[in-house]
């Protein structure tokens, strides 16, 4: 018999199924006034997170549930004053923040769901 593993579902972000090849889909983990607001985007096999904030004002880079990427997908959108952010690597490569990046969020994909990596705590406070 094999062993059923155990999911910490405090960390769980999605399901990987959840996020479309080329899409993003935002979360939120932890309660209280400061939980951690972020999104994931999928491109391809790889997932990357981001802290849900642009570098240039601090505000929350979707006005809409799951909208931050432009029309055609290809970037990742601030829609208060759209600036452009890779989706690899979240660099902003146009708008008021150019040269700039969004913060990453470490993850890891888990038996199908994309999660906060152990270390995400630490790396968050740096």
Not at 13 to 42: E, H, K, M, N, T
Not at 61 to 85: E, V
Request: net charge negative; hydrophobic share 40%; charged share 20%.
């Amino acid at each position: 018999m094999s062993e059923a593993r155990q999911i910490d579902v405090e960390r769980v972000v999605c399901r990987l199924d959840d996020l479309d090849a080329g899409g993003a889909r935002g979360f939120s983990i932890g309660a209280g006034d400061w939980p951690l607001r972020g999104f994931v985007v999928r491109i391809n096999d790889q997932v990357r997170g981001f802290i849900n904030s642009c570098p240039h004002a601090r505000h929350p880079l979707n006005f809409k549930p799951h909208q931050f990427l432009t029309a055609d997908g290809s970037l990742i959108l601030c829609s208060s004053h759209g600036a452009l952010f890779e989706k690899l690597t979240g660099y902003c490569i146009a708008g008021p923040c150019a040269g700039q990046s969004l913060r990453t969020v470490p993850l890891e994909v888990t038996d199908g769901y994309v999660m906060l990596a152990h270390d995400a705590g630490t790396a968050l406070l740096e």
